[in-house]
């Protein structure tokens, strides 16, 4: 929720609002502008996902049970993440190609 949100922490009020209705997750998730998102949160929470990752997908991990059903999730956000990424830097160089036409 916190991609979604473009912060570093939410709330369970959060986490419960955005799953509590389906269309409501699935609008955010389609309209977040990757762009827009900040290092910071997508630093953050690329680093909760490589500390958490191992209860998602590990069956020797004592909370597997718990954490595999929401594992698509965590699929997502990492994905999220490096598209974010990408996006972002396909933003500068675009901007540079511009900037540098500019000068032609």
């Known amino acids: 929720m916190g991609l979604l949100r473009n912060q570093e922490n939410v709330t369970s009020y959060d986490v419960q609002l955005y ?30 996902i490589k500390v958490i990752t191992k209860s998602f997908i590990d069956n020797a991990s004592e909370d597997f049970n718990v954490c595999s059903p929401y594992a698509p999730f965590l699929a997502w956000a990492s994905q999220f993440i490096i598209y974010s990424r990408h ?14 036409e500019k000068e032609l």
């Not at 900040?38 to 630093?43: E, F, P, R, S, T």
């Not at 160089?93 to 900037?99: F, L, T, Y």
């Open 19 to 48: 799953l509590k209705k389906q269309e409501g997750l699935i609008y955010k998730m389609q309209f977040v502008v990757t762009q827009k998102m900040k290092d910071a949160v997508l630093d953050k929470h690329l680093e909760t």
């Open 87 to 100: 996006a972002q830097q396909l933003e500068k160089v675009q901007s540079q190609v511009k900037s540098l």
